[in-house]
């Protein structure tokens, strides 16, 4: 099973500053996915395939990375931002999802 | 494209509950599917799955226990919940799989409390 290790755990912004969350693989991935969620709510996929947008998703988030490490980018972050964001890997099941990071806007 | 779960609730340790996701506005058949839970206050843990050909695959914390299953012609996913532990109090989503291997569309949850 690849183990998916995200950090920091929690951070907190102020709007207007420039956000890095990263995930390590255990094990090298092909790619990597990001969701976002809010309290209450189901999880929505925000990246696709380490890169890729989510319909809707503002174009101030960006992703990459290859192998075992990868980030998630927001650039002059909004208060909306504030969520919690998970990894996932999907090179077969098991899926494997980060513990996540809270990332609060001050 | 809608997912609805149904079925959860209140359950004693050792106990059963079969919990249900209704899809619509997609070909359901063409679809893998999974089945993720979250518990209070936690992250995503991955459950089961089951490919559009009816193969499943289980985390190793509920293989033996639960069983995924779905109905095509009724367009409705399954997850058999049986010998219950208190650690498998969650809220328990269902996802349809792409073939890029994200959950595109996540129903809104179902809570199964295990507690006697």
């Known amino acids: 099973e690849i183990v998916l290790t995200q950090s920091p755990t929690t951070m907190a912004a102020s709007p207007g500053e420039k956000v890095t969350i990263t995930c390590h693989a255990s094990?090298?991935?092909?790619?990597m996915h990001w969701y976002q969620q809010k309290p209450g709510a189901s999880p929505k996929p925000w990246i696709y395939?380490?890169?890729t947008l989510a319909s809707g998703v503002p174009d101030r988030f960006s992703g990459s990375g290859s192998g075992t490490s990868y980030s998630l980018t927001i650039n002059n972050v909004e208060a909306e931002d504030a969520a919690t964001y998970y990894c996932q890997q999907w090179n077969y099941p098991p899926i494997t999802f980060g513990s996540g990071t809270k990332l609060e806007i001050k | 494209v809608q997912l609805v779960e149904s079925g959860g609730g209140l359950v004693q340790p050792g106990k059963s509950l079969k919990l249900s996701c209704s899809a619509s506005g997609f070909t359901f058949s063409s679809y893998g599917m999974h089945w993720i839970r979250q518990a209070p206050g936690k992250g995503l843990d991955w459950v089961a799955y089951?490919?559009?050909?009816?193969?499943?695959v289980y985390a190793d914390a509920v293989k033996g226990r639960f069983t995924i299953s779905r109905d095509n012609a009724k367009n409705t996913l399954y997850l058999q919940l049986n010998s219950l532990k208190s650690e498998d109090t969650a809220i328990y989503y269902c996802?349809?799989?792409?073939?890029?291997?994200?959950?595109?569309?996540w129903g809104q949850g179902v809570m199964v409390t295990v507690s006697s």
């Open positions: 089951i490919s559009s050909s009816s193969g499943t």
């Open positions: 996802a349809r799989w792409t073939t890029e291997g994200i959950g595109d569309y």
């Open positions: 094990s090298s991935v092909s790619y």
């Open positions: 395939a380490t890169s």
